[in-house]
């Protein structure tokens, strides 16, 4: 039976995505994203935190979340190591509206406050409000009432995407060619009409060709490890690192 981690790490190569474009996306931090795959879960997060990372990286992948989540709880409750830290960071998108109602619970103060305490409270909260209110109506008049005439769109002068695809297509084709001096992974991309011509990994030395109409928008793991050639001409990446850039 697959764990945790084999499950995430099958459906992101099955996407043709890299850890660094998932945490990208995501916007969890990529070594946690490499501890899920490796199905360790003892971070020093508390458990909450990892259910909501774990659900959203499972949506990311189009895998069941819940699912994902309740075999995260059957190892919490086999006793699996898991930190359980308290913290007010944030982390991704997780709500932690749930904590902090909990926490104000177990802060607060046991007793009832006095009757004339809470009447004194609720005035001043409606008076605060009202003011608020009051403020906002007075600004919003002073707006209509002193901004000038709306300004009248500018026709913009841009092709659209049908015209830009019609521009490429009447371009003669041209020969990408790239070559790995290194091992590295590749995405091209066609800009006019957003067909992937190629999403995989090279190894060193390794070459493949393909035609090129139109720019092209290239992300690249290791821009120093890749060497590109158009109709035979050489063209120098322009990242030395993971990027992206188009090719005209």
Do not use: C
């Not at 007793?111 to 001043?124: C, M, T, V």
């Not at 990408?176 to 090279?202: E, H, W």
């Not at 928008?217 to 890749?226: Q, Y």
């Amino acid at each position: 039976m697959q764990t945790i981690g084999e499950k995430l790490e099958e459906a992101r190569k099955r996407k043709g995505i890299s850890v660094r474009e998932a945490a990208e996306t995501t916007k969890i931090r990529g070594d946690y994203l490499q501890k899920f795959e490796a199905n360790t879960f003892d971070i020093d997060l508390p458990p909450l935190y990892i259910r909501g990372f774990l659900r959203s990286y499972a949506r990311y992948l189009e895998l069941d979340p819940e699912r994902i989540v309740n075999e995260y709880n059957t190892l919490l409750a086999e006793g699996k190591p898991v930190s359980r830290r308290e913290s007010r960071e944030g982390y991704g998108r997780v709500d932690f509206a749930e904590t902090s109602r909990a926490k104000e619970t177990a802060e607060a103060p046991s007793g009832n406050r006095p009757s004339q305490d809470q009447a004194l409270l609720l005035k001043f909260g409606l008076l605060g409000g009202g003011a608020i209110v009051v403020v906002v109506v007075i600004i919003l008049l002073f707006k209509v009432i002193f901004s000038g005439p709306t300004a009248k769109p500018t026709t913009s002068n841009q092709p659209s995407a049908a015209q830009q695809a019609a521009v490429a297509q009447a371009e003669p084709p041209q020969t990408l060619t790239l070559t790995a001096t290194d091992a590295t992974r590749v995405k091209v991309v066609q800009d006019s009409d957003g067909t992937v011509l190629f999403n995989a990994a090279l190894a060193r030395g390794e070459t493949k060709s393909f035609k090129k109409q139109g720019k092209l928008l290239i992300t690249v793991e290791s821009g120093k490890s890749l060497r590109m050639e158009v109709n035979g001409r050489n063209y120098t990446v322009p990242v030395d690192n993971y990027g992206r850039f188009g090719l005209d």
